[in-house]
């Protein structure tokens, strides 16, 4: 109990102005336009406790970050908190003994009353501990497509996956890259899990995503993913672009027509000026099924020696929470807000869209909930190998990821 108030006077204190400011590193991987300016809403908010964010972006994305993140953490050189996908990513630090744990501040402010979904504090949640602050519920589903790339074309904007498929002649006669993909192993994994709840509907997803159930990776809905993936990798043959961003360039400028990408995606046309339904399109579960998986990114926060940034650590967790801080944040980001008490009234067409199949409940969790880096690890090498060329063909993939899946965990 009295560690509990120590806590919330500490936070309490930080809403008012920390008598002794404290710097705290925060690493992340938020390097885009979009994301740098959502990243600076929280260090904001940080600031205006009276401590200072020292900002420790690293650039590349999660898949170049999160090895140096957990080295550092490892190595003796933790820095004060640092952002990952909430789920799976940092089980072993945890059960390393090597993160801060929140449960009194959590329970302290009710985080099990005001997150929603709870799933959200669930990936947080280790043998009943809460050792991560979620900031945002991020969404995959999405389809962005330039408007003006169509009208160059002379076709109409699809309105799903399919009609943007028999679009694709049409837009390569007029100059047109129909698919932007960088060349990360992530961004190819993640379009094709969001092919495969489009193409292959939520049930048969959830038995290999969650289940993890070879037959159905071998099955007959997987092969229908598979086909899909064949085309789409047709459709980015010419997407000769590296990070995810500078694919939604390519989108934002109509050099391509369109990218499967999640919704911070959304930010990169906010900071392009770019009006959704004006200038830009979106699909939400590419135009066939209404789904969003809510994975997400949180931070979590590497024990520390130092009883003032235990205390500067724990006013951090607060502040992410917080109702102001989720607003300005998420509307930067183009994500959705961790918690269903806040006022969205600015946000866009797209989050809109978002917001409403959240409150429908048409929702899927994240991979990286459900499946262990090591087993996401070898579905993004599988990805890359088949989404590069076209030497492999769809049947072998199928055949390899179902071994995947067969021997996950
Ligand atoms: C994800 C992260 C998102 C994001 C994206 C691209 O891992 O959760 O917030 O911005 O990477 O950097």
Redesign the pocket.
């Known amino acids: 109990m009295k560690r509990i108030s120590s806590i919330v006077s500490a936070i309490a204190l930080g809403a008012a102005g920390a008598a002794n400011a404290t710097d705290l590193e925060v690493t992340h ?2 390097t ?1 336009g979009g ?1 740098a300016a959502a990243v600076a809403e929280l260090a904001k908010a940080f600031d205006a406790t009276g401590n200072h964010w020292v900002d420790g972006a690293i650039a590349g ?2 898949g170049v970050a999160r090895p140096i993140m957990i080295s550092r953490i490892t190595g003796g050189d933790p820095m004060g908190a640092t952002q990952f ?1 909430h789920g799976r990513q940092a089980e072993e630090l945890v059960e390393a003994g090597l993160m801060q744990d929140l449960t009194e501040v959590a329970e302290a402010e009710g985080w099990r009353d005001i997150i929603k979904p709870v799933s959200l504090l669930d990936g947080c949640t280790i043998d009943g501990k809460i050792y991560c602050a979620p900031v945002n519920i ?1 969404s995959w589903q999405w389809l962005w497509l330039s408007n003006a790339a169509f009208e160059k074309a002379g076709v109409p904007v699809p309105k799903d996956w399919y009609e943007f498929v028999a679009a694709a002649p049409a837009l390569e006669e007029a100059g047109i890259i129909p698919l932007a993909m960088g060349n990360q192993a992530w961004q190819s994994s993640g379009a094709f899990q969001v092919l495969a709840i489009a193409v292959a509907g939520t049930e048969a997803w959830t038995k290999v995503y969650i289940d993890k159930d070879a037959d159905a990776a071998a099955g007959p809905e997987f092969a229908k993913v598979f086909a899909a993936a064949a085309e789409a990798r047709k459709m980015r043959a010419k997407s000769n672009v590296q990070d ?1 961003n500078q694919a939604t360039n390519l989108v934002i400028t109509g050099q391509a027509a369109g990218q499967i990408m ?1 919704d ?1 995606a959304q930010g990169e046309f906010a900071v392009a000026g770019q009006v959704a339904g004006k200038d830009y399109t979106c699909l939400p579960g590419l135009g066939l099924n209404d789904i969003i998986s809510t994975g ?2 949180a931070f979590y926060f590497p024990k520390s020696d130092d009883p003032e940034i235990t205390k500067a650590q724990m006013v951090l967790a607060s502040t992410l929470v917080a109702k102001d801080t989720q607003v300005a944040f998420n509307l930067k ?1 183009g ?1 959705l807000p961790i918690r269903g008490d806040v006022d969205l009234a600015a946000a866009n067409d797209c989050m809109k869209k978002g917001l409403e199949i959240l409150a429908s409940g048409n929702i899927l969790p994240d991979p990286n909930q459900t499946m262990s880096p090591d087993t996401n690890g070898q579905i993004e090498d599988l990805m890359t190998q088949f989404w590069a060329s076209e030497d492999m063909s769809a049947e072998d993939a199928q055949a390899k990821f179902a071994e995947i899946i067969g021997s996950a965990d």
């Open positions: 991987w938020w885009s994301e994305s999660g996908n991020h995810w999640g911070w997400g990114d980001k994500s």
